[in-house]
């Protein structure tokens, strides 16, 4: 199940990358590479982190040809999307929640500590969010919007806690992807988020 | 031949990030930077991507001297350098064909699967690039502007189509090296370019 | 004393991260995240650059809590910084200088030759400011500033160069350590700086 919703979500990703780089008056290679970065970036991050070669998207040529492809689609489709926005926001939150566990695993499985186990799934579950603002120039949408990386944290510790007590691991899962759905759901919903910290000091210089 | 291919490019490529961190004010030691990331950071994030340890450069410390000697340079000789335009555009073209040929060579050698070779030599063409216009805070010219990352695929496909039927591997170098570069070329003279995605939504977020 | 000073080191980049990132309005996961990324973010990517897996913080938690946690304490208290600015420009100063050494250490130890030992002690000292600041979006402030990256190459070269004639390796460290910070904060009082290359062309395109 986690397979099919991972395909669905760097799908999702990978057209959300393409969007923003037609926001930047990208051409056909921009929005291709932009879309790769936005779907595979977070697990690429990851992986280079933890010494975990080879980089999985390099063992999974299919990945590519779909990213690069769903970022190509989305050149065509665009002008439609806009009525997608909420099927969009729910693909996006899927993604999320389900990169994180992912990225949990993967560390898990290298015997790393818990709290580079949360780490981990934090980043695979945003980095593609953040490179795609990066290359378009802009701060990472993902630190400033409502709750949304707080999402991915809630996620992997859920899940490590229920790992934890001994829950059955497909129980487990199935948890931790549900409560994080729907807190995200939840979270555009009633527009929740964290304290924002604002500073703008006159004189001081970092 | 690539070597000394290699050489003039990555001189080029450091001259061409001394210039944009020039537009950015910034100072001796950032210019020698920007510099040295740029002629020297699209094979640095190939080799990170592909766990190709020791990272290539820190293997060839002359490579670092030259690089951030050329940025250096460039500072003194910025004034004159817009007569020689044409001569840059030429070396710079020269330098995305050598890099994207190098990168193509480091992953086959690591025995990666086709598609992996293929964004290994456009990884190592442009990222130089775009590291240079990330730390210069402005959107990757790369992906905008005239054919140019797409000269960088047509070369990598070109390259290994030739090995696959067995043609003999100095003439497909020469081959994919002088294709690419016309084409290059031919794409600056006659303004050559893929379409541009722009999209301005009024009211979306993604 | 290198650990203390570290410590000490890794919290006051911390907060300067989480000021960044509250002067781009960012949430309190957003400044915990720029607070750890400013902090070990040029360690890291030492790490990665030198294939020196696994990466220093995976394998020491409290490096994570204290960072995070001096991030946030600093939401709460930055409304009294600005009069303890002049302390945190010394406390910057440290980290600077040994952050560089720690990074000159690491590379000598997996034998690296001596020009990449050096950047390995630059890279350490300000990739973790250059991360911030591509994080907020601003063109990094150590490479435009007066004196500071430069500082981080001399206290490399200071240091290797006492190594290299063999003196004490107390004594070498406590002399790098006070140079450097002598002359960080000498280049702070008279504002001392490398020469600026500013370039602007009319219509020249790189």
């Known amino acids: 199940m986690l397979t099919t919703v991972y395909l ?11 969007l923003a780089a037609g926001r930047r008056n990208m051409d056909m290679f921009g929005v291709a590479l932009i879309a790769f970065l936005t779907a595979l970036g977070g697990g690429t991050v990851r992986d280079v982190l933890l010494g975990n ?12 040809y779909l990213t690069v492809s769903a970022g190509l689609l989305t050149m065509v489709v665009a002008r439609f999307m806009h009525r997608l926005q909420r099927l969009f926001l729910i693909l996006d939150a899927m993604g999320l929640v389900a990169f994180t566990i992912i990225g949990c695993n993967v560390a898990l499985k290298l015997d790393y500590s818990l709290p580079v186990v949360v780490m981990a799934g934090i980043i695979t579950g945003i980095f593609g969010g953040i ?7 802009q701060t990472p949408q993902v630190l400033c919007h409502e709750l949304y990386a707080s999402v991915s944290l809630l996620v992997a510790l859920l899940y490590l806690t229920l790992l934890h007590f001994g829950v059955n691991e497909s129980v487990t899962m199935l948890a931790a992807f549900s409560v994080g759905l729907a807190m995200r759901l939840a979270a555009i919903r009633w527009r929740w988020s964290l304290p924002v910290f604002s500073y703008a000091p006159e004189r001081w210089q970092s």
């Open 8 to 18: 669905i979500a760097i799908t999702a990703e990978a057209m959300s990358g393409a």
């Open 53 to 64: 070669f080879p980089v999985t998207w390099t063992q999974h040529p299919p990945y590519i």
């Open 131 to 137: 490179l795609r603002d990066i290359l378009c120039n």
